[in-house]
């Protein structure tokens, strides 16, 4: 099984602000990696995918970067509605597809 | 619009059985592969199971083997978990999602709001 490590846990910075969230694999997963946004009460949400390419409809502010076993997910400034929980996931070799256990970006 | 909508979810006792529903609308389900994720209260995500677009395909996580089925019935765009033999531990959260490509390939691009289970006596 494939165990996805992201940090920081916590992140605490200001709207305007660059946030970086870093996601380490325990083994190679290529570029078959994603990232999701959660907020409250909400279902989660694809941003990235194939480690940078961003879905529909997101904004250009995000992006996705790395490959192998270690990625980064950039939000360049960030905007109110960016304060969540980020998730990264690979779907490079399963079962089990597996998740990091999420970085949260808080306000300061 | 493409949508998921879970149901079936529910307090049960721990050992009872649940059965949960997808209801898919606004895209050709049997063209895509789906899945159930489920998120403990203040946890993390966790992929619970996945099914191809004909069945041909199916996955499972370690900790419900044996006692979770999923299936689908493409002609009614539904996809199903049937949830046996029940524990505390299986209280979450059920998200269904959609392929993100359509074939087996594991990258959620739609996910449902979700369902509550809860496991308790």
């Known amino acids: 099984e494939i165990v996805l490590t992201q940090s920081p846990a916590t992140l605490s910075l200001s709207p305007g602000e660059r946030a970086t969230l870093s996601c380490r694999a325990s083994?190679?997963?290529?570029?078959?990696l994603a990232w999701y946004q959660q907020k409250p009460g909400q279902a989660p949400r694809l941003l990235i995918y194939?480690?940078?390419k961003r879905a529909t409809g997101i904004p250009a502010r995000f992006s996705g970067s790395g490959s192998g076993t270690d990625f980064t997910l950039t939000i360049s400034s960030l905007e109110p509605e960016d304060f969540a929980v980020y998730y990264c996931?690979?779907?490079?070799?399963?079962?089990?597809?597996?998740f990091g256990g999420g970085t949260k970006v808080e306000i300061k | 619009e493409v949508q998921l909508v879970e149901s079936g979810g529910g307090l049960v006792q721990p050992g009872r059985s649940l059965r949960l529903s997808c209801a898919a609308s606004?895209?050709?389900?049997?063209?895509?592969?789906m899945y159930w994720v489920r998120q403990a209260p203040g946890k993390g995500l966790e992929w619970v199971s996945g099914?191809?677009?004909?069945?041909?395909?199916?996955g499972y996580v370690d900790s419900v083997k044996g006692r979770f089925t999923i299936s689908r019935d493409n002609a009614k765009n539904s996809l199903y978990l049937q949830m046996n033999s029940l524990r505390a531990e299986d209280t979450a959260f059920y998200y269904c999602?959609?392929?993100?490509?359509?074939?087996?390939?594991?990258?959620?691009?739609?996910w449902g709001q979700g369902t509550m289970v809860t496991v308790s006596s």
């Open positions: 999602a959609k392929d993100l490509y359509g074939g087996w390939n594991g990258a959620f691009d739609i």
């Open positions: 606004g895209f050709t389900f049997d063209d895509y592969a």
């Open positions: 099914i191809s677009w004909n069945g041909g395909s199916i």
């Open positions: 083994q190679s997963v290529s570029s078959y």
């Open positions: 194939d480690a940078s």
């Open positions: 996931q690979q779907f490079s070799n399963w079962p089990p597809l597996t």
